[in-house]
């Protein structure tokens, strides 16, 4: 996947949904609830429905530790966006996209990592996990003193 971000495009090289939680926790309303369910794109939402989005973000942002987390997501997750718009290396970081920017980048990395969870298991995929299962269930075996001919 990618996004466009001032003209210039940059690749998801690490998309996944732990380096996407801190991004999705911005979207927590008051209530509890997630406020990017079932949003396809920032260009369809009214403009009632983009401030409700804005709510949450201009609430958390107002925190450094949040600011440097959301850097910490965005830029784990896009690793070419240049230095100067978002960086994070230990616990320093830099934020300067905007706030239009950030709502854009989290619904399209949003509808990436829900369509990633919803593909299904290559058939090397659930092979390797099975041997894998296998391979713990011998280790076991083995710790337990009851593996290879006892």
């Known amino acids: 996947m990618e996004i466009t971000l001032r003209n210039k495009q940059y690749k998801a090289e ?17 209530t509890g609830n997630f406020s990017l369910t079932d949003v396809e794109n ?18 958390r942002l107002i ?10 997501s965005v830029s784990a997750i896009f690793p070419s966006l240049p ?3 978002v960086s994070y290396s230990s616990g320093e970081f830099t934020l300067n996209i905007t706030i239009e920017e950030l709502l854009r980048l989290s619904l399209a990395v949003a509808n990436a990592v829900s369509e990633k969870k919803n593909v299904s298991p290559s058939p090397e995929e659930l092979a390797r996990a099975a ?17 290879f001919g006892n």
């Open 63 to 72: 925190d450094p530790k949040e600011k440097a987390a959301i850097a910490s």
């Open 83 to 85: 230095r100067e718009l």
């Open 131 to 147: 041997n894998i299962a296998r391979l713990e269930e011998e280790l076991a075996q083995v710790k337990s003193g009851r593996g």
């Open 42 to 59: 920032y260009e369809s939402l009214s403009q009632a429905d983009k401030l409700r989005l804005t709510k949450p973000i201009m609430k």
């Open 14 to 30: 690490h998309l996944t949904d732990l380096n996407y939680l801190a991004l999705g926790g911005l979207f927590i309303d008051d």
